[in-house]
């Protein structure tokens, strides 16, 4: 009774290919039972009760803080989805183009009923690999949904040349350096490399990598999302830290797309590890360090305007002195 | 591991493994109805045998009484609204397609049928074939007919609205208070609309003149409202026992606290349920258990079912309070005969 069902959340422009995705999705012989919840400009030509319509419907919450807006429309339609007495795989919410992923994730962190019943899977952002350039350029939600994606599903490569692709490439990196790519015509890819990625899950930050080109690229475009990554092979004061990273989103979390973070705090003897949407963050000790592993500290920031919010000297102060 | 344990009245239950979540119980006479998110209904009757009538497609998701008695009403995510006979005879009423039907009311009083779906709440007036169309800023979230049956409370984001019939149509009352409301509820008395939120607490409003009513310290969100006993009382859901509010006297709950009962050890209830004419309340919790509580001061917890596991998502009992009908979220069915209790 009590498994989660995970819901991956679809994002990305119009055009970019979602629809096409969603329909392989609803067709293929899988043998796995997938609800799909699309947006009312949602083209899905087919009808049978697994797709189900919502009205992007974003609230604000009354817990003082300004940027917790949820998707009432998904916690009612998640909640009706649990009684049925069909079960599904899982659970593929699409957005709008021009949605802001936040509200989604948020929603996954905000309400109990959802994250008992349910659990965030990953968000997976398809873009159009020819219009990308000029998306990020006009629409800065393109931009928030590429920094909020887990998997970026690089799309209509066959119209772009070798070296462009290399180029956006890079420039999603600099923009999101966990995020997997996968390039792909008309959405060809296997499902599994898009679906159960359990990208929210604390104990899969552990194996995060991030992957921050050396390439130059990335300082090519004057992009308004960037990414920080810091470390430190000195433990953290547990203290200091709180304090640091709690007032940090507190002032800035709605300059704060993401933070993931694997932390080595002085006196404990497991890795700490913490994952934040905005002003919402959530953290647990997970699991002793590995032998083999060094025990340092690994944070990394996705967001707008961070260069202003002293990030390094900041995290250097948490160090044990 | 069991926190109640099971009791002697559990020997006598009947208890039925359906394998779809019960969505809702209700008492229709001496009947006693369940909905299942396998489109069915379940009647339980004294000496019949059990009835199974397939009302939907999808998972039904709300369940009333009808205006007329032998009937209920219910509504479904197959976008129906479905009426069907104690006898077992359904008839969909209207269909909304993709939309699901998530409320639905019925008043004998003045023979109005209500549902919604999306933004809108569909009214069916006695001898009236349209139905009249109430928008909403958002999705419905909640709604309910008064006793008289002639106002309509709406619950949405930002609040709620009241719309009262008058002779040109519907005067909208609007209840302004930030947030998502998700379910509504008027005293028997009609004098208080009452809504719970997506935050943990319950919003009120007395409609004389509009003096509002906070109730919060919950640790959950609140999914269940029901008046229960003389004073009356409004018991609810959402924390570790029932939340029951008195609304005697002018004030209501107004700077007064509630009574608490039904201690869940631990456990958070789920669902609550009662009749009009008794001061008790029987409270179930998220791991299966059911206490019996009376509302009077020093009335000590009973034991009626221990605990299973499962939470119980919908509970309903007789007027004459013979018999309970336990669901659960897996679908499990305990009809339970009260008097063969001691005291109960």
Not at chain 2, 288 to 295: I, K, P, Q, S, Y
């Amino acid at each position: 009774m009590n498994v989660q069902v995970p819901v991956t959340v679809l994002t990305g422009f119009l055009g970019a290919g979602k629809t096409t995705l969603l329909n392989r999705i609803l067709t293929e012989e899988h043998g796995r039972r997938y609800a799909v919840i699309i947006n009312e400009f949602g083209e899905i030509g087919i009808d049978n009760d697994l797709v189900i319509d919502a009205d992007e419907e974003v609230f604000e919450m009354n817990n003082g803080c300004i940027c917790c807006t949820v998707r009432g429309d998904l916690i009612r339609i998640l909640g009706g989805l649990m009684k049925r007495a069909e079960r599904f795989d899982a659970i593929v919410v699409e957005t709008t183009g021009i949605a802001d992923p936040a509200p989604v994730a948020q929603t996954f962190f905000v309400d109990r009923d959802v994250s008992t019943r349910t659990r965030l899977d990953a968000i997976v952002t398809v873009a159009d690999a020819l219009n990308l350039p000029a998306q990020l350029a006009e629409c800065h939600e393109a931009a928030e949904q590429i920094a909020f994606a887990d998997v970026v599903l690089l799309n209509k490569i066959d119209l772009v040349a070798e070296d462009a692709l290399v180029a956006i490439e890079a420039r999603i990196r600099a923009m999101n350096p966990w995020a997997r790519i996968v390039r792909t015509e008309r959405c060809q890819t296997a499902l599994e490399t898009l679906l159960g990625q359990q990208a929210f899950d604390l104990k899969r930050i552990l194996e995060i990598e991030p992957d921050f080109l050396e390439s130059d690229h990335a300082h090519e475009h004057d992009d308004n999302v960037t990414s920080v990554s810091l470390h430190s092979e000195v433990a953290l004061d547990q203290d200091r830290f709180q304090d640091w990273f709690s007032a940090l989103l507190r002032d800035r979390g709605q300059d704060i797309l993401r933070s993931k973070g694997v932390l080595s705090l002085d006196g404990e003897d497991e890795r700490y590890v913490i994952q934040g949407v905005h002003m919402l963050m959530e953290g647990d000790f997970i699991g002793a360090w590995p032998e083999t592993a060094p025990r340092e500290s690994r944070l990394v920031f996705i967001g707008r305007n961070l260069h202003e919010m002293d990030l390094q000297a900041g995290f250097e102060a948490c160090r044990v002195r | 591991m069991a926190r109640f344990e099971q009791t002697p009245l559990e020997a006598q239950a009947h208890l039925l493994d359906t394998g779809a979540p019960v969505t809702a119980v209700l008492a229709e006479a001496d009947v006693l109805v369940s909905a299942h998110g396998d489109g069915t209904l379940r009647m339980f009757e004294p000496g019949k045998p059990d009835r199974v009538i397939q009302a939907h497609r999808g998972a039904v998701l709300a369940l009333c009484a009808d205006r007329d008695a032998g009937a209920v009403l219910s509504g479904g995510d197959d976008g129906r609204m479905v009426r069907t006979t104690l006898e077992g005879h359904s008839d969909c009423l209207a269909s909304f397609g993709r939309h699901w039907v998530e409320h639905v009311a019925a008043s004998r009083a003045s023979g109005w049928r209500a549902c919604s779906a999306g933004r809108a709440v569909h009214i069916w007036r006695q001898g009236v074939r349209h139905a009249d169309v109430l928008e909403h800023p958002s999705t419905v979230g909640g709604m309910a007919l008064d006793a008289r049956g002639r106002r309509v409370a709406v619950a949405h984001y930002g609040g709620v609205t009241v719309h009262e019939r008058g002779k040109r149509g519907y005067r909208p009352i609007k209840l302004a208070f930030s947030g998502s409301h998700l379910g509504v509820t008027f005293s028997p008395d009609g004098r208080f609309v009452i809504s719970s939120m997506q935050e943990n607490m319950l919003r009120g409003w007395r409609l004389g003149d509009r003096a509002d009513l906070r109730m919060a310290g919950y640790p959950t969100k609140v999914h269940g409202l029901r008046w229960v006993g003389t004073l009356p009382w409004l018991a609810t859901t959402g924390a570790g026992f029932a939340v029951c509010w008195p609304f005697d006297g002018r004030d209501g709950p107004m700077d007064r606290p509630p009574r608490t009962v039904a201690e869940g050890r631990g456990q958070i209830a789920t669902c609550v349920a009662g009749v009009s004419g008794a001061d008790i309340v029987f409270t179930g919790f998220e791991d299966g258990a059911v206490l019996f509580a009376e509302l009077s001061a020093g009335g000590e917890d009973r034991v009626v079912r221990g605990s299973t596991g499962v939470a119980v998502s919908a509970m309903g009992v007789t007027p004459d309070l013979r018999w309970l009908l336990i669901g659960d979220e897996a679908g499990l069915l305990c009809h339970l005969p009260l008097r063969a209790a001691q005291g109960i």
